[in-house]
């Protein structure tokens, strides 16, 4: 096992490259190289990865410094660094850079969904607070913003944000958070139907075990 210092060495060179590979390349990449690199960094196999990532980097030295900031947040990320992580993505200035501003984008809702993990709902929800101000059709955002308000028991702002991220995005995976939501809120038919859509397309889980437990006690109390 490599030392902690080396491992995380070895993170931002993957985390550098990748954000290469999204932000430089685009949609496009369809080169099997390109393919490979991103299976193994999805895998975590991060070893076979550095020479890889160090050949990818060089190609692309003359970038913008934008994408070092971005492939570090995402490091300070996974790392709990969030402070960290927060200033660098404050740093970037995407301009009219699409590709970027939407990594950006993208990676301040990691943030922000870290955060609440880490039993930070406050600041949780100023990121998305801002993020559904700055992108209102970013369904991701408001996806986010309704798990801290379901999380804060604000269950009418909670549903409000989730319905919104599903008119947005049908694939935002809302239903689970939905139901909890209108089960709160004493809706037992609208929980019912959104439990039973979330195990339409997310069967295993542990939210899918525990939406058959609430279906089967809103069923019971019915």
């Known amino acids: 096992m490599p030392h902690p210092l080396e491992l995380g060495r070895q993170l931002l060179l993957v985390a550098a490259a990748a954000a290469i590979l999204t932000v430089v390349a685009g949609p496009a990449v369809g080169q099997a190289t390109d393919a490979e690199f991103d299976a193994l960094r999805r895998a975590g196999k991060t070893a076979e990865l550095e020479t890889p990532a160090r050949e990818r980097l060089a190609k692309h030295a003359g970038d ?9 947040a995402e ?34 809702s990691a943030l922000g969904l870290a955060l609440l993990d880490d039993g930070q709902a406050a600041r949780a929800r100023k990121v998305f607070e801002r993020q559904v101000a700055a992108y209102p059709r970013y369904a991701f955002a408001h996806f986010g913003l309704g798990r801290v308000l379901l999380e804060q028991k604000e269950l009418d702002g909670a549903i409000a944000a989730l319905e919104r991220a599903l008119q947005l995005d049908p694939r935002s995976r809302a239903h689970y958070r939905l139901g909890i939501a209108y089960q709160g809120k004493g809706d037992a038919a609208r929980a019912l139907a959104m439990f039973q859509q979330f195990l339409g397309y997310s069967p295993d889980g542990r939210a899918a075990d525990d939406a058959r437990k609430r279906i089967e006690q809103l069923t019971k109390a019915g």
């Open 64 to 72: 913008d410094v934008a994408l070092w900031h971005l492939a570090r």
């Open 75 to 108: 490091v300070h990320t996974h790392e709990e660094e969030f402070d960290e992580a927060q200033t660098l993505l404050g740093a970037i200035k995407p301009g009219t850079d699409v590709a970027l501003a939407e990594a950006a984008r993208d990676a301040t």
